[in-house]
């Protein structure tokens, strides 16, 4: 079988491929690594799903090794850099571990389906892209870039849910069912706030001239986000105690207290059929 030379712009491809690669500052890690990190970060403070009978120190032995070899790559820095970031981190996760527990709590206190906290923490997605969520955001405090994205995006592909490590969250956060959440990178969210699926956090506008802005909104202690409400802009604030119900779209503040809900039109077909007006309802998918 013979091999013919690559095309003219077949190696301008492989040219511009072996540049690119030369001029980039950061190395990536494979997905797979990152991956098998979140699973080692979940399993060392909840060993419940850890498969090896391993010790404590054992286990920190491990994931120290194995952070250190990734913060190594994503930072490009010494080894003793690499190795004295890990350590910082690991220094967090008694903190974590405790915001952890406080949040399998909420869930415990607030979802008449939750029987024990080993079902919290092994079967509920919304515990599992918090958890993640919280060990992400010491790495982002300690100005690791790139991997803090990287296991959020993990935790989002399995889960639905969608958090930005930059986020800022209190104590004792619930997700339910969660499924096409969206929190956004410089959203802040207090304490004891409850999320239901598909509720967005998000910007009004996607533009590269806000970066570095407050885009998203702040949820202050205590309220309620029902499915698939929609609440938008840096300076909306849902003041305290504020129930936001379904389907709202909100992109002006709310004072604490506040209750919020859309309200639907409900049109009762006739024996006739629909009224000309509601003709434009009959379509096929």
């Known amino acids: 079988m013979s091999h013919s030379h690559p095309s003219g712009s077949l190696r301008d491809l492989f ?3 072996d540049s690119s690669r030369a001029a980039t500052r950061v190395c990536v890690p494979p997905k797979t690594d ?21 010790s404590a120190e054992v286990r ?7 952070l250190s070899a990734l913060l190594k790559q994503t930072l490009e820095s010494s080894q003793s850099h690499a190795t004295s970031v890990a350590d910082a981190f690991l220094l967090q996760l ?30 509920y997605p919304g515990f599992y892209a918090i958890a993640i969520y919280r060990l992400a955001h010491e790495l982002h405090h300690l100005n690791v870039l790139l991997l803090p994205r990287m296991l959020t995006e993990y935790a989002h592909s399995v889960t639905g849910i969608d958090i930005h490590p930059a986020a800022s969250i209190g104590r004792s956060f619930f997700i339910d069912h969660g499924t ?23 910007g009004l506008q996607v533009d590269k001239s806000l970066a570095g802005t407050k885009r998203h909104p702040t949820i202050e ?13 840096g300076q909306t604030v849902v003041g305290r105690d504020s129930i936001i119900g379904g389907n709202v779209f909100l992109t002006d503040s709310v004072p604490p207290m506040s209750l919020v809900y859309h309200r639907s039109q409900v049109s009762v077909r006739q024996k006739g059929g629909m009224a000309p007006q509601h003709t434009a309802l009959d379509f096929v998918i």
Do not use: M
Not at 115 to 122: A, K, L, N, P, Q
Not at 180 to 202: E, F, M, S
């Open 180 to 202: 096409g959440i969206v929190v956004g990178a410089t959203a802040v969210i207090g304490d004891n706030v409850k999320l239901y699926q598909g509720v967005t956090l998000g």
């Open 94 to 123: 008694p903190g974590v571990y405790d915001r952890l527990l406080e949040d399998v709590s909420a869930a415990l206190a607030f979802d008449p389906a939750a029987e024990s906290g080993e079902e919290v923490v092994t079967s």
């Open 60 to 66: 920190h032995g491990v994931l120290r090794a194995h």
């Open 15 to 17: 040219s511009a491929i």
């Open 221 to 233: 202690d205590n309220v309620i986000i029902y499915a698939n409400a929609t609440i938008l802009g």
């Open 34 to 54: 990152v991956h098998t990190l979140a699973a080692e970060l979940f399993n060392f403070l909840f060993p419940i799903n850890c498969a090896r009978d391993w």
